[in-house]
């Protein structure tokens, strides 16, 4: 993608490129990549919250301004994935899939049409590129095997809340205040109530199937394709060959700022069934993060000066397990292991 980037702004070309692709990071790697883009000729779509994870010289455009300043190169992430229209007559809209995260993965006969039709008046109207790498998690089970599972599971769920909103009230405030910390996926809150929220599991056994199946193979991914009336003109293998110089490391957030950007996260519920970008990044970077604010909350996470050593210890230490597995967890946590 960075190779193409940069032909279309040293080449020139009657075509502007809308890049789909949910990750800063990418999206960043893409532009040191190719050399050649610059806040001059490259315009980034994303929400405010990942305003300071840009490059230096970036900020956060607008897709209104395709009409009337076309940029070569534009990058979206999945805030215009549905609902944004794009207007631009050169216009070609691109999807990329980085096999590493879930989270670029779109599925394809939902997100992938949607994102099709985004670009409104082009003539690339009705067709659109794919790049991407396949997916590189391995799957130990079919997706009848996951769907009969997270079934069963929202089942011994659906049974767990139906007890606890049977008990007396001042039970079922105790439990509002378990929640977070108990192993119940789908189990949630909602206006002081408990709820099973069967949007949950259904949308894991969705993002299991992009994942673990669409993704796994070129056949899978052509075959769905083709499941969902999308005709395919051309389908190549490409390797750089080592085209590209090597990436700089692109800076992730610390521990202490990504904890501190899902409180703010928790305290605006700002959350839902499709995770926004930012949640997913904390979820797939920094899992601590969500299980320190569940099982430790906010203010002790501070008062450990958010060192991680220690709130894995004190994490390691609430579990209802023996005194030497403790240890051996804290030992893990702090020192190297010998292979």
């Known amino acids: ?54 490059l230096s010289g970036f900020s956060i455009g607008n897709a209104a301004d395709s009409e009337s300043n076309p940029m070569p190169v534009n990058f979206l992430t999945s805030t215009c994935f549905e609902g944004q229209d794009i207007y631009d007559p050169i216009g070609e809209p691109i999807i990329v899939c980085d096999g590493w995260k879930k989270h670029t993965m779109v599925d394809i006969s939902t997100s992938l049409i949607q994102i099709a039709g985004r670009i409104r008046k082009s003539k690339y109207t009705n067709r659109i590129t794919q790049v991407l790498s396949l997916s590189n998690y391995q799957v130990v089970m079919t997706a009848e095997e996951y769907e009969k599972d997270v079934m069963q599971e929202l089942e011994r769920e659906r049974a767990h809340v ?18 977070p910390y108990m192993r119940e996926p789908y189990v949630q809150i909602r206006d002081k109530q408990i709820i099973l929220d069967k949007g949950l599991a259904y949308q894991d056994i969705v993002n299991f199937k992009i994942v673990h199946m669409d993704y796994c193979s070129c056949v899978n991914l052509e075959k ?3 499941q969902s009336g999308i005709e395919i003109e051309d389908s190549v293998s490409v390797h750089d060959g080592g085209i590209l110089k090597a990436m700089p490391t692109v800076k992730r957030a610390t521990f202490k700022e990504m904890f501190i950007r899902y409180c703010k996260i928790m305290e605006a519920g700002k959350y839902s069934l499709i995770e926004n970008e930012e949640l997913v990044e904390i979820r797939t970077q920094r899992p601590l993060v969500i299980e320190a604010y569940n099982k430790l909350g906010p203010e002790k996470v501070k008062a450990m000066k958010y060192h991680i050593g220690n709130i894995r210890n ?7 397990t023996k005194e030497d597995y403790k240890i051996v967890e804290m030992i893990k946590h702090s020192l190297p292991m010998m292979k």
Not at 24 to 53: F, H
Not at 164 to 175: G, K, Y
Not at 314 to 320: E, F
């Open 162 to 179: 139906d007890w606890m909103n049977s008990c007396p009230a001042d039970l079922i405030d105790s439990f509002l205040k378990q929640i």
């Open 224 to 226: 769905k394709m083709k």
């Open 1 to 54: 993608m960075a190779k193409a980037c940069r032909n279309r702004i040293l080449d020139g070309g009657d075509t502007n490129y809308y890049i789909f692709l949910n990750s800063i990071e990418d999206i960043n790697k893409i532009i040191v990549g190719a050399e050649v883009l610059s806040p001059e000729n490259t315009r980034i779509i994303c929400s405010t919250s990942s305003k300071d994870k840009l």
């Open 314 to 320: 004190a994490i390691t230490q609430m579990t209802n």
